[in-house]
């Protein structure tokens, strides 16, 4: 795998079948769809991917499936955090047997730590896994949010790079000059809206949830900020912002983008839009108000209604 990571790694969603077996076929044909997008990796397990809501013989079903479906293509990322450090360390074993390329640890989930305890855990978890790893801030579901000091002793103990879901821009380019001197450090917002600013500004990439439903889009994105085209940044910017406004604009949850995205792959036939409990998926009516706003990006050349 090189380093540093960069481009486009979905936070894959997790296809499920009604009976919350997982979807082989739909994922298979995610998992093309991607790859015909031009993404440079892909994120299993995250929170599009409803990782803490499944079962383990599930996420290891999806990890084992998945790697054999990419065949190295382009470099597969699991997402490990759990409230349990053996737990964790379980799913990175399985991993690694299944020939993933990379960890991403956050805060382990439902207590609430302080960083030096974020750290001590670290100290325990980074010798034993078998796996590079990414330290991922994600305060919103893990409580914690990462200090530069603890994102720097995860380094030291081996992290290849940061995913920053905080949405704490100040924070986010305080990292982007903290380890400007470490080329092969990764900084990958978490936040697809922030994805221009981050290449523009040192950063190297974006785990973007809207790329599940459109990667070409978000790839050109990339490409433009890293070829400074600012027109053309412009351009695509105001297709990013639409799917905010209209897709991800559904109801008053936390997890609505979650579930348009998924709602979104299931109209266009590339998988089952199930949800693992406690999330569900969208009814009839909502289900047409994206089949609509999908419709608006069909002249934009990201989306067909034959599909």
Do not use: W
Not at 114 to 141: K, N
Not at 166 to 185: A, C, L, V
Request: proline fraction near 5%; hydrophobic fraction near 40%; glycine fraction near 8%.
């Amino acid at each position: 795998m090189k380093l540093p990571l960069t481009g486009i790694i979905p936070p894959m969603v997790t296809p499920l079948l009604e009976n919350m077996e997982l979807d082989l076929d739909g994922l298979e044909r995610l998992i093309e769809h991607l790859i015909e997008g031009g993404i440079h990796g892909i994120f299993l397990l995250g929170t599009n991917g409803e990782g803490p809501s499944l079962s383990y013989a599930i996420r290891k079903q999806l990890i084992s499936e998945a790697c054999r479906i990419v065949n190295k293509r382009v470099p597969i990322l699991v997402n490990i955090t759990d409230s349990s450090l053996d737990s964790a360390l379980e799913i990175a074993t399985h991993a690694k047997l299944s020939n993933a390329d990379a960890l991403v640890v956050a805060p382990p989930y439902y207590f609430p730590i302080s960083q030096q305890e974020m750290t001590d855990y670290l100290e325990v978890l980074a010798p034993q896994l078998p796996l590079p790893f990414l330290i991922y801030d994600m305060p919103s579901c893990t409580k914690l949010h990462l200090s530069i000091k603890t994102i720097k002793r995860a380094k030291e103990l081996g992290a290849i790079g940061v995913k920053d879901s905080s949405g704490d821009m100040t924070t986010f380019y305080q990292i982007i000059e903290e380890f400007k001197d470490f080329p092969e450090f990764s900084i990958i917002a978490g936040a697809e809206i922030f994805l221009s600013d981050t290449i523009l500004n040192g950063g190297h990439g974006a785990v973007a949830g809207g790329a599940n439903i459109f990667p070409r889009l978000f790839v050109e994105l990339y490409e433009a900020s890293c070829a400074k085209d600012l027109e053309k940044i412009r351009l695509l910017r105001q297709s990013i912002i639409k799917m905010h406004s209209t897709l991800y604009n559904l109801g008053n949850t936390s997890t609505k983008s979650i579930r348009a995205i998924k709602c979104a792959l299931g109209i266009m036939g590339i998988c089952s839009d199930h949800m693992a409990q406690p999330l569900s998926r969208y009814g009839a009516q909502n289900r047409e108000k994206i089949r609509e706003y999908l419709g608006q990006f069909e002249y934009e050349g990201y989306y067909k209604t034959s599909l």
